[in-house]
């Protein structure tokens, strides 16, 4: 009987190294905030769709004058 050695194990925690990442905490939290404002629409109807936009412009401006800083 042969046996597959074409087949090998992985030398690093991949688990790990997912579960301790900044790319996918980041990419939960975006998905996490656009399921959160979709709740708000299906709950509160049009106000629930621009009053949270509203109130992002001021963050979005100091992220802007940050950017902009450099």
Avoid: E, K
Avoid at 37 to 52: A, E, N, R
């Amino acid at each position: 009987m042969a046996t597959d050695t074409t087949i090998t194990t992985p030398t690093h925690d991949v688990a790990g190294t997912i579960s301790n990442s900044t790319f996918a905490f980041t990419l939960f939290l975006v998905v996490a905030l656009i399921a959160l404002w979709g709740i708000s629409f299906l709950t509160f109807g049009v106000p629930g769709l621009y009053i949270p936009a509203v109130a992002f412009v001021p963050v979005m401006f100091v992220i802007l004058l940050v950017i902009t800083r450099g």
